[in-house]
């Protein structure tokens, strides 16, 4: 029989039968206690270590029920001889955590490295944040949400309540939403051709899982939202960029060959145009033609300061060819993720079973919730009472900018959206942004050509009015 060096430490909060435990594990692992060695029976063991029979038996079970010992009826307790062999086990568990073993990755996973855009380090020093899109979450309904929530928390026991919806949503949240898409910005959707996403950015993905291959052409805008960009990149697509003109996509120059093109119609993101109604007709025609799928983001459409919103591109199609995108985090609250898109019939299927594999479904009471928020009308209130606040906001900064600035500042406002785009006359605001502490979002990386110098985004939605007063105050020289 072996020695067994087991060292318990009496004032550890570890129970005694997991010490035993661990230090059997613990050798058997790195080949210390070879596989077939008869182990002490618990009478030694325990009479060894001065410790309970009954701590040695609890250890000695939980290590017979792993698969560390095994018992032979009368014969003993051994460590398992179905054990791999020693050098293996070793390696394991003597894997140094500063040199990792190195993992083969998929093509997937090395364009997703070479993708993925690192935050920024000016952010932890910023006191005021102009470059962040969030929605002002201080003015959102909190107590009808609660309320909503509350409900449905009620009804989990209910038959029906979390009906399996293989991938696609909430039934009564699809129904919601189809409703809302129809009045709200005109697309011509039946509930059945919604599915519900965590956020936009899901939706783009299972779109370029269901249409593109490694080396298939996605045409974007550029400038274009990286989100997108980059995500369809790492899925292996050739991206083709096309120039966006002051009315939107230049349609001329959209490639032969593509199996998807991916717009911001309502409000280009980062240069804030709306496409016209010209192009659009044009994008369209363009597509069908092709059999090419239009992907309609339709990020933040619902914020038109001066009139009703412009009605989306899809509502012009035939509905075989674009797949419109839209999310509530943006308007309700980030931490939210409920987006949705609205694909063409012959796409329903094989985007909902791209969910149903990536990660079946999203949370049911979140869904049940927005259903009633969206059917009571909270939704389009709030949204109301926001476009009159962001408004607000808006005209703050660009006044401020105007009068703060002068000629060191040109503003494209369009009356779209949470942002305003600017350019300074050189790179000397944005350096006094730093040395101050207001965080500004360069154009830069929206760009894949050349981007304009000293050109920004504004974010003001999240922003107060006196905040923003105060940021641009600071982007002033001293004078
Ligand atoms: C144009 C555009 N599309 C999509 C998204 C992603 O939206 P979500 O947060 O709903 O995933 C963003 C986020 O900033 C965006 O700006």
């Known amino acids: 029989m072996m020695q067994v060096p087991i060292l318990l430490d009496r004032r550890a909060r570890v129970p005694l039968h997991r010490q035993i435990y661990d230090r059997w594990r613990e050798g058997i692992l790195s080949g210390r206690f070879a596989a077939g060695t008869r182990v002490p029976s618990t009478r030694d063991l325990a009479a060894m270590l001065s410790v309970a029979r009954a701590t040695v038996t609890t250890a000695y079970d939980q290590l017979t029920a792993e698969g560390y010992l095994e018992s032979a009826h009368g014969s003993g307790t051994f460590v398992s001889r179905a054990l791999p062999d020693q050098p293996a086990t070793r390696i394991r568990v003597a894997a140094d955590p500063e040199h990792p073993p190195r993992v083969r990755l998929s093509r ?3 364009r997703l490295e070479a993708a993925y855009s690192r935050p920024d380090p000016d952010h932890a020093t910023a006191t005021i944040d102009l470059s962040k899109h969030s929605p002002d979450v201080d003015q959102f309904p909190l107590r009808a949400w609660r309320r909503l929530i509350l409900r449905h928390v009620k009804a989990i026991a209910s038959p029906g309540w979390d009906a399996a919806d293989r991938g696609a949503g909430h039934e009564g949240l699809r129904r919601e939403i189809a409703a809302y898409v129809r009045r709200a910005r005109a697309v011509r959707c039946e509930p059945s051709q919604v599915v519900v996403v965590n956020g936009s950015q899901q939706a783009l993905d299972l779109c ?3 249409l593109i291959d490694a080396g298939d052409v996605a045409a974007i805008e550029d400038p274009c939202y990286p989100g997108a960009r980059q995500l369809f990149a790492a899925h292996g697509a050739r991206l083709h960029p096309v120039p966006v003109e002051r009315d939107g996509i ?7 060959r593509a199996r998807l093109v991916f717009v911001t119609p309502s409000h280009q993101l980062p240069t804030g145009v709306s496409m016209s109604l010209a192009k659009r007709l044009a ?15 339709d990020y933040d459409s619902e914020y038109r300061y001066g009139g009703e919103p412009v009605p989306a591109l899809q509502g012009l199609s035939d509905a075989a060819s674009v797949v419109y995108v839209g999310t509530f985090s943006n308007v309700m609250f980030p931490g939210l993720r409920i987006g949705y898109l609205v694909a063409p019939p012959a796409l329903v299927e094989p985007i909902t079973s791209a969910r149903w594999h990536a990660d079946r479904r999203s949370a049911v009471l979140e869904q049940a919730a927005l259903a009633d928020f969206l059917r009571e009308g909270h939704f389009e209130r709030h949204v109301r009472r926001m476009r009159r606040l962001y408004g607000r906001r808006r005209d703050v900064l660009t006044s401020a ?5 002068g000629d060191e500042v040109s503003i494209s406002c369009d009356g779209v959206g949470m942002f305003v785009v600017v350019r300074f006359s050189s790179e000397r605001v944005a350096a006094r942004a730093r040395r101050q502490g207001v965080r500004l979002n360069s154009t830069a990386r929206y760009y ?3 981007a304009p110098p000293h050109e920004y985004v504004l974010r003001f939605s ?7 007063r105060e940021g ?3 982007l002033a020289a001293v004078r």
């Open 208 to 210: 370029a899982r269901v």
């Open 462 to 468: 999240g922003v107060g009015e006196r905040t923003l």
């Open 401 to 405: 900018l105007t009068e703060v600035l």
């Open 448 to 450: 894949l050509g050349e």
């Open 472 to 474: 641009v105050r600071r």
């Open 250 to 256: 230049a349609v001329s120059r959209l490639p032969e």
């Open 108 to 110: 997937f996973a090395a």
């Open 283 to 297: 994008l369209l025609a363009w597509a069908r033609e092709r059999g090419v799928v239009v992907i309609e983001d």
